[in-house]
């Protein structure tokens, strides 16, 4: 995991992605990592994607607090984007 880490505090997400992927192949039971990588995701935009890892990481860690929070922003950031990309502009 520390090699992911590293990879996203340098900003390399495509790195930091691949490596909690590479991670999650050997144990898809590690919530942290699951968190992790969906923070990233959400980082990037990819809200359905990391809601599906904060889901994961809450099945082996359900009392975590900060997962839980970072999945309602995640959630909520996502229906803001949706309810902008659903306005339309006014002539």
Sequence with gaps: ????????????????????????????RNGLAH??????????GRFSEAEAHYDRALAWLPDSAEIRDNRGDARTTSAVRASRDRVSPRP
């Design 1 to 28: 995991m520390q090699s992911a880490l590293e990879a996203y505090q340098r900003g390399g997400l495509m790195e930091a992605e691949r490596a909690y992927h590479r991670l999650l192949e050997r144990d898809d």
């Design 35 to 44: 968190n992790n990588l969906a923070n990233l995701l959400r980082k990037s």
